[in-house]
């Protein structure tokens, strides 16, 4: 890949006690990137569930390559949470069609299994395009898990709290008990 692309990737997830963790990666050209940054794509924490939604299609069109992956609870529970984020951001990595020369992160920590070139951009969502498109695809694809899964776990509010350690959520566990997707190394008990 050459140097008129930016590539970024973003995680979402890190801080639930339930479900997996998802990284998104998204390779941008100079075009493309300044089109989507003037459609309002940032921050996916700064967006309305509504606009994350409206802007996802645009995201993958425009886009010259991205890629999704994550880490299972199972994983989390195993290696940590720190080492499952790595896994997951290299599977997105490996869905792309062409390896990129750099990426740039969010976020301060560096991705010790990535050989290539890197850079840590604190608050990368609100600074570069690309991650803050990573950070859109990784939160709507999660979400939408979240949502599927509300089905199969009923009780635990996940359409609401995305697998977030709210209160409610909490209080359902009291009620309901634990189940094989939460991460228990993030429960007390």
Not at 104 to 129: F, H, R, V, Y
Request: aromatic fraction near 6%.
């Amino acid at each position: 890949m050459n140097d008129s692309i930016e590539v970024g990737i973003d995680e979402v997830g890190k801080g639930c006690i339930f479900g997996p963790i998802f990284s998104s990666v998204v390779v941008l050209t100079l075009n493309n990137k300044l089109l989507l940054k003037n459609l309002g794509v940032t921050d996916s924490k700064k967006l309305s569930q509504k606009k994350r939604y409206s802007l996802l299609p645009k995201i993958l069109e425009l886009s010259k390559d991205w890629g999704i992956g994550q880490s299972s609870v199972r994983e989390i529970d195993k290696y940590g949470i720190r080492h499952a984020t790595e896994l997951s951001m290299m599977r997105a990595i490996y869905k792309l069609k062409l390896t990129p020369l750099e990426i740039n992160i969010d976020g301060n920590l560096p991705l010790s299994l990535w050989q290539g070139k890197q850079e840590n951009i604190i608050k990368g969502d609100s600074k570069l395009t690309s991650i803050a498109a990573a950070s859109i695809i990784a939160k709507v694809k999660r979400d939408l898990l979240m949502n599927r899964l509300e089905e199969k776990y009923k009780g635990y509010i996940l359409c609401k709290n995305k697998g977030y350690g709210t209160s409610a959520h909490f209080l359902s566990i009291k009620h309901l008990g634990i189940t094989d997707m939460h991460r228990k190394s993030f429960i007390k008990k």
